[in-house]
C-alpha cells in the first residue's frame, strides 16, 4: 500500500488510492479514444469506470460500516486496479458478525442496482442495448449490469471473497472455525483450479470460452484460500497463549551511548535482529534493523544508538495474551512489531515476529505429530 494517497475521509476512514488505479483509468482513456476517435468517448470511457469504482467504494463501505455497528475499527480503504481492499481490525468476532459484515458490501451493489432499475423504469433510455465498446450504454442500465455483476462476484464461495466469508460463517455457525476455514478454502481452491482449467480449455479450443483473465481470478482465488487458512490456524494455536510461553529470553541489550558500529559487530554475530534500549534499568527504546541500516548509511558508524532508535514502542507483561499483544502493536501504522517484556520495571524478555513465527511452527509440528 506504500504506493497509494489519501484522497478523503468518509465516515473518519481514510480512503486511498493507489497510483497503479490511474494506469487503468490511463489505459480505459486510451480504449475509449480508440473505440470513437474523439476526446468526449475518451472522457466518456474514464468517467464509467470512475463510476464502476465508486460503486466498488461503496461496497467496501458496507462493510466498514456493518464493522463499526460490532465495534470493529477500519484502518483504511485503499482503491486498487483489482478493486478495493478495507483493512479491518478483525472480519467478525463471532460467526453472526463475520455473516452481516460479508453481505454488507454486495447488500450496497444490491441497492444500487434496484435504483438503477427504478431509473431505468421512470425514465426509459433511448438506446435499449448495453454496449461498452462503443461507448454508448444508458448509464443506468450500466450501472444496473455492474452492480449485479459484483453481486455475483463477490459472492463467489471463495476466499477472498466475501462468499468465502459468507460461507465460512455458516459452515462455523455450531462448529469448528478452524475446520470451517479449512472446508471453505478448500471449496475456493477447488473453484480456482475450475477457472484455470476453463481457461486452458478454452486456449487449447476445446470449448468456446476465451478469458485469460479468468487466470489471474484463479490465482488471486488461490492465493487468497491459502492464506486465510494459515492465517486461521495460525489464530488457533496462539489462543491462550501467554506472553511468557512465546516470548525469546535470550537476547542482547544495547546502550544508548554504544555506537552502531559495535551494533553492527552484535548484528553479525548472531540471529538478533532488533535490539532493546536500555538506560539506568528502564527501557528506553528499540532499534530495528532497518532503522539501524537507514542510520548506518545516512551518518556513518559513529553515529550513536539513541541518534537512531526508535522511542514509540509498545511494552508487554509476562502474563498478557499474545494475540491481545500482537494486536495492540499492529493497531498503530508503522509501529514496531518487536515488544519488550517488562515485569517488575526489570526487562525479562521480547517478542518479535520471528519468534512467535517459529513457536507457531513448533506448536503446529508437535499437534500433527501427536
Not at 492464506?227 to 511468557?244: F, N, P, Y
Not at 532503522?291 to 508487554?316: C, E, H, Q
Request: glycine content about 10%.
Amino acid at each position: 500500500m506504500k504506493w497509494s494517497i489519501l484522497i478523503g475521509r468518509p465516515f473518519g476512514v481514510e480512503v486511498r488510492l493507489h497510483l497503479t488505479f490511474l494506469l487503468l483509468l490511463a489505459f480505459f482513456g486510451w480504449r475509449g479514444w480508440d473505440a470513437s476517435h474523439t476526446v468526449q468517448g475518451a472522457l466518456s470511457s474514464v468517467l464509467f469506470q470512475s463510476l464502476i469504482f465508486g460503486c466498488v467504494l461503496l461496497h467496501e463501505f458496507g462493510h466498514v460500516l456493518m464493522a463499526r455497528r460490532f465495534g470493529i475499527r477500519t484502518r483504511d480503504v485503499t482503491l486498487l486496479p483489482i478493486g478495493g481492499v478495507a483493512r479491518m481490525d478483525s472480519t467478525g468476532e463471532t460467526p453472526r458478525q463475520e455473516l452481516l459484515i460479508a453481505l454488507a458490501g454486495p447488500a450496497v451493489n444490491v441497492v444500487i442496482a434496484g435504483l438503477a432499475f427504478a431509473w431505468l423504469l421512470l425514465f426509459p433510455a433511448r438506446t435499449p442495448q448495453f454496449d461498452t465498446t462503443a461507448l454508448n450504454a444508458p448509464l443506468p442500465l450500466a450501472l444496473l449490469v455492474v452492480n449485479l455483476f459484483l453481486v455475483g462476484f463477490n459472492l463467489i464461495p471463495a476466499f477472498p471473497m466475501d462468499g468465502g466469508r459468507v460461507l465460512r460463517a455458516i459452515l462455523s455457525w455450531r462448529g469448528d472455525r478452524v475446520r470451517a476455514t479449512r472446508i471453505a478454502a478448500a471449496i475456493g481452491k477447488g473453484i480456482a483450479l475450475l477457472f484455470g482449467a476453463v481457461v486452458l480449455l478454452g486456449m487449447a479450443g476445446l470449448i468456446p470460452i476465451q478469458q485469460p483473465f479468468l487466470l489471474f481470478i484463479a490465482l488471486f482465488v488461490w492465493i487468497g484460500a491459502s492464506q486465510e487458512a494459515d492465517a486461521v490456524a495460525t489464530t488457533s494455536i496462539l489462543q491462550g497463549v501467554t506472553v511468557r510461553d512465546a516470548m525469546m529470553t535470550q537476547f542482547r541489550i544495547a546502550e544508548p551511548f554504544h555506537s552502531l558500529r559495535e551494533m553492527s559487530e552484535w548484528l553479525l554475530a548472531g540471529d538478533q535482529q532488533d535490539f532493546p534500549v536500555v538506560a539506568q534499568g528502564d527501557v528506553v527504546g528499540i532499534l530495528p534493523r532497518e532503522d539501524f541500516l537507514r542510520a548506518l548509511a545516512a551518518s556513518g558508524p559513529d553515529t550513536l544508538v539513541k541518534d537512531a532508535m526508535r522511542r514509540d514502542f509498545n511494552l508487554a507483561a509476562p502474563e498478557e495474551d499474545i494475540e491481545t499483544v500482537l494486536r495492540r502493536a499492529q493497531s498503530k501504522e508503522g509501529s514496531v512489531l518487536t515488544i519488550p517484556v517488562v515485569q517488575g520495571g526489570v526487562l525479562v524478555g521480547m517478542v518479535t515476529p520471528e519468534n512467535v513465527g517459529e513457536f507457531v511452527m513448533v506448536k503446529a509440528a508437535m499437534k500433527t505429530g501427536r
